[in-house]
């Protein structure tokens, strides 16, 4: 038995042409979903970038206890679990948080693996000299990654020395090698689409632009401020839409190698992200700044499972990344552990058998979420002053890019051991979030009636309901009990109707509702434009 995991970074399902989207060009993945089932309501978990790769490894989630960090000497992984057993785990990426202090165990699980380097601002390559950049350069994350990436991008001026195409020239040539042999799994992990969105001219050609003298491929981080006009916001979605092609062709060639191998008798194929893209939909750009939405948090998810060899079918289940580690043990005949809450899903592809009644996501210290697939209910904290009490639990106190500072360690308690631990206490330490969700309050949002989430919803027994579901979802999660007094909800017990926040947010809720209509009319006219364009201009 063989598997190829296929990951994106942040790919948009309302992007791609299986998921509705008339004017992006990606036949291939239309190709995929014609060989595989496609689903309909797959959602994140622990967001965001490294969270959700931690998932992936354990089949839990972990933004309750956890920040982005590496994996814990307690966690279970699912590549080192199948390498244990002796199936080959290979990675092929080019995704530069791995390099970073927070991302430094991940790698090291498979069995054998390759880097290529040059994505986002990756401190790659060493110039002095202040590298050619735009003169009208909008948008990035900061100077210092802007700089650093304009050198880089200095390395791959053609699309095959581009690292995206090096990750797939490596996932190719492992599959070339080994495509006779038994008992492997390939992953191919590209960073695109993510920011900033770099591509070539026989990608960018398919989506013209007015704002020729304008560079805006990277937007920031949080709302669409009033210096950014609705040219910017279609700038940046063909900057977007270029790339997702890009990433298209790319998946072309994994297409192409399990019709010329014959791969599909035999081969596990899953193609996902970690999660969405704001791109100016309900006024914000990127991630993380703001709530949860669909955008965000519901993803595309195609697997072929050679066992059932359901071909082109839609499934229904709600799913999650989570669930990724317990199909692909299960495919390999492998046990998932007791520490995993995801589940495989073989019967879900055969048959769309549900795997869970709710499904919760969040990022640490912000919004919790839960959805059932029709409502989402996104739970704020009370209190407009303060977002706490919140603590990390790790043994691996690193941030992103930096170790934890003496101060924060100063302070520590230890604390646990949690049943997901092995018996091993934590490092209980201070959280400092990013933000802090009161801004937005507690949201309500019916996807049936309103799948946009334009209009937020003041229904208290639905709101009982899904806090209720939130609630319960933490619990089985083992969440601190300084979540629920975050959140002012109950750790036992029924939830009271005096704990119920989106009406008591009712205010923050109109002013997100009359912001988002706004942009929803923006929206209509730049779809309307772009599905004109995309009947005059044929599939290349």
């Known amino acids: 038995m063989k598997a190829i995991l296929v990951m994106y970074d942040s790919l948009n399902r309302h992007m791609l ?25 797959c959602y994140v978990g622990s967001m965001a970038c490294i969270p959700a790769r931690r998932e992936l490894h354990t089949g839990r989630y972990n933004f309750l206890h956890r920040s982005w960090g590496p994996l814990e000497p307690f966690d279970d992984s699912m590549p080192d679990m199948l390498r244990r057993k002796g199936i080959h785990t290979h990675l092929a990426s080019d995704h530069p948080h791995y390099w970073e202090d927070g991302g430094a165990t ?9 880097f290529f380097r040059g994505q986002e601002g990756d401190p790659w390559k060493g110039q002095i000299r202040r590298p050619p950049m ?17 050198v880089n991008r200095q390395y791959y001026p053609t699309e095959d020395l581009h690292p995206q195409t090096l990750t797939f020239d490596a996932g190719e040539a492992f599959i070339r090698e080994n495509h006779d042999a038994e008992s492997w799994l390939l992953q191919i992990e590209t960073f695109d689409p993510h920011e900033p969105f770099t591509s070539y001219p026989k ?10 003298d304008a560079h805006f491929d990277w937007p920031p981080y949080g709302p669409v401020s009033d210096n950014e006009t609705d040219e910017d916001i279609r ?24 019709d010329e191998l014959n791969l599909w008798r035999d081969t596990m194929l899953i193609v996902c992200t970690d999660h969405g893209y704001m791109l100016g939909e309900h006024g914000w750009w990127a991630k993380t700044a703001q709530p949860w939405f669909d955008e ?5 998810l195609f697997i072929w499972d050679p066992r059932s060899g359901r071909a082109g079918v839609r499934r229904q289940s709600l799913v999650q990344m989570i669930d990724i580690a317990p199909t ?25 058998l549900p795997v869970r009644e709710a499904a919760l996501f969040g990022m640490h210290g912000e919004h919790v979420n839960v959805t059932d697939g029709r409502y989402v209910y996104m739970r704020s ?21 930096e170790m934890f500072s003496v101060e924060e360690l100063q302070d520590i308690e230890l604390a646990g051991p949690f049943p997901f631990s092995q018996g091993v206490s934590m490092m209980k330490i201070v959280s400092q979030p990013i933000g802090y969700s009161y801004r937005a309050g507690t949201l309500l949002f019916d996807l049936l009636a309103d799948p946009g989430q334009a209009h937020p919803l003041f229904d208290d027994a639905v709101e009982h309901r899904m806090a209720t579901l939130a609630r319960d979802l933490m619990r089985a999660s083992h969440a601190p009990d300084e979540q629920y007094e975050r959140l002012g909800l109950p750790a036992t017990g029924p939830v009271d109707c005096d704990q119920l926040l989106a009406r008591a947010h009712a205010d923050r809720a109109e002013a997100l509702r009359l912001h988002l209509a706004a942009r929803a009319q923006a929206m209509r006219v730049e779809v309307e434009n772009r599905r004109a364009h995309a009947e005059a201009v044929p599939d290349r």
């Not at 991940?106 to 390759?114: D, G, M, V």
């Not at 990608?203 to 632009?209: I, K, M, Q, V, W």
């Not at 063909?238 to 297409?255: F, I, K, N, P, Q």
């Not at 692909?328 to 769309?352: C, H, N, S, W, Y």
């Open 17 to 41: 042409p299986p998921y509705g989207n008339a004017w992006v060009k990606a036949p291939n993945f239309q190709r995929l979903a014609e060989r595989s089932a496609t689903f309909d309501n």
């Open 106 to 114: 991940y790698h090291t699980r498979y069995s054998s693996w390759e």
């Open 134 to 150: 735009p003169t009208r350069l909008k948008g990035a994350l900061n100077e210092k990654a802007a700089r650093q990436d304009f």
């Open 203 to 212: 990608y960018r050609d398919l989506y013209p632009r007015k704002n020729t």
């Open 235 to 258: 700038h940046a979605r063909a900057e977007y839409a270029a790339l997702v092609s890009m990433c298209d062709h790319s998946l072309g060639r994994v297409l192409d190698l399990m």
């Open 296 to 300: 965000l948090a519901h993803t595309p």
């Open 328 to 352: 692909l043990l299960d495919f390999f005949g492998l046990q998932a552990t007791p520490r995993m809450q995801g589940v495989a899903l073989g019967k879900t592809i055969d048959e769309d």
């Open 381 to 401: 904290g009370p209190d407009p002053d303060r977002n706490a009490p919140l603590y990390e639990y790790t043994l691996m106190p690193t941030h992103m890019r």
